[in-house]
Nanobody, 122 residues
Framework: QVQLVESGGGLVQAGGSLRLSCEASGLTYSSYAMAWFRQAPGKEREFVAGVVWSGYSTYYADSVKGRFTISRDKNTVYLQMNSLKPEDTAVYYC?????????????????WGQGTQVTVSS
């Protein structure tokens, strides 16, 4: 059974940094794509960043490009978030799909974590 467990969220001032972690277990395929999504109150869930399991390919939403970095080490996927802005405030979710391509739509992903809250104060 696949489980994704996020951690690392919290409250930070604008301009600050946070690192989110997603510990994955039960992934039995050799090729997965992992991604981070976020959902702010009253808004749809949106793609933030993705990485293929090998780690050699990444993809970012334009809104976070240059500020966020996604990476993978063994069974943990990280999202390093720098230069945070109040508009980055959301619940952040880790997701996995049983294919190697990074896609940006939530229905493309097979497994989800429970989410971790990130709040950026101005």
């Amino acid at each position: 059974q696949v489980q994704l467990v996020e951690s690392g969220g919290g409250l930070v001032q604008a301009g600050g940094s946070l690192r989110l972690s997603c510990e994955a277990s039960g992934l039995t395929y050799s090729s997965y794509a992992m991604a981070w999504f976020r959902q702010a109150p009253g808004k749809e869930r949106e793609f933030v960043a993705g990485v293929v399991w090998s780690g050699y390919s990444t993809y970012y939403a334009d809104s976070v490009k240059g500020r966020f970095t996604i990476s993978r080490d063994k069974n943990t996927v990280y999202l390093q978030m720098n230069s945070l802005k109040p508009e980055d405030t959301a619940v952040y979710y880790c997701a996995a799909r049983r294919r190697s391509a990074i896609l940006t739509t939530p229905p493309s992903y097979d497994y989800w974590g429970q989410g971790t809250q990130v709040t950026v104060s101005s």
